[in-house]
Each structure stands twice: as C-alpha cells, then as structure tokens.
C-alpha cells in the first residue's frame, strides 16, 4: 500500500509539472488512473525481471543474483546499462575502502603496523644503520 501511495504520489507531481509546463490540466481521476496503469506495469515488469533472475541463476547452477545478471537483463538499454555499471563501480570502491579502514583498525588496535608504516620503519632502520 505505501508503494502504491508513493507512486500515486509521484504521478501527481509530475503531472503537476506537465500542468505548469504545457498549460494543461488533469483531473483527480485522470491521476488515479495513470498511477493505477503505471503501478500494475511496475509489478508486472518486476515479475518478469523476478523470472529472469530465476533462469538465469538456475542455468549458472547458483542461487545469488550477481551484478554482472543484472547487467545482463540491462544490456538492451544503454542508458540503463551505464547508471548499473558506474553505480556497482561505486559500490565496489566503497567495499574496498571499509574493508581497508577496518583492516587498518584491527592492526592498530593489536598494536601492528600498516604495511606503509612497516615500510617507513624498514627504510628509517636501513638509514640509521648506514650512518
């Protein structure tokens, strides 16, 4: 019931702008009914996307959706395609850089250093002994 109070919702707003825009109005039941029609073709496209996902973990023998099946049922929309690729990219990296702030916490924490400190400490070790 929210999701389909969200998306009643953002009908209203953007027929509101194309009100404002192209000097037209729309009737309240105009609204109900272009929310009702693009409510039941989300569900039905989820669905069809739900079955996709199905097969497709099914004919790799998995039962994990990857990215990479995502960006497979996208391929057809470039647009689409790009905004999955640079959002699982972001994704990616922000992974990477907890990963390595929680590393570099449990070194501290145990008292070890980085590897750029032990680095840092190997170099200054080497300087002082040449002198």
């Given at each position: ?49 739900k079955?996709?996902?199905?097969i497709?973990?099914r ?55 980085t ?5 840092a ?11």
């Amino acid at each position: 019931q929210r999701l389909k109070a969200a998306v009643h919702y953002t009908v209203g707003c953007l027929c509101q702008e194309v009100e404002e825009d192209k000097e037209v109005q729309f009737s309240k039941q105009s609204i109900a009914a272009i929310s009702e029609i693009t409510f039941r073709q989300c569900v039905s496209v989820s669905k069809n996307v739900k079955g996709c996902f199905l097969i497709l973990c099914r004919h790799a023998k998995r039962t994990t959706v990857t990215t990479e099946d995502v960006k497979l049922l996208a391929r057809r929309s470039n647009s689409l395609l790009k905004y999955i690729t640079q959002k699982s990219e972001e994704l990616a990296s922000s992974n990477m850089e907890q990963k390595e702030r929680k590393k570099k916490k449990s070194s501290a924490a145990k008292g070890e250093r980085t590897p750029g400190e032990r680095e840092a400490a190997v170099t200054e070790n080497e300087d002082s002994n040449m002198a």
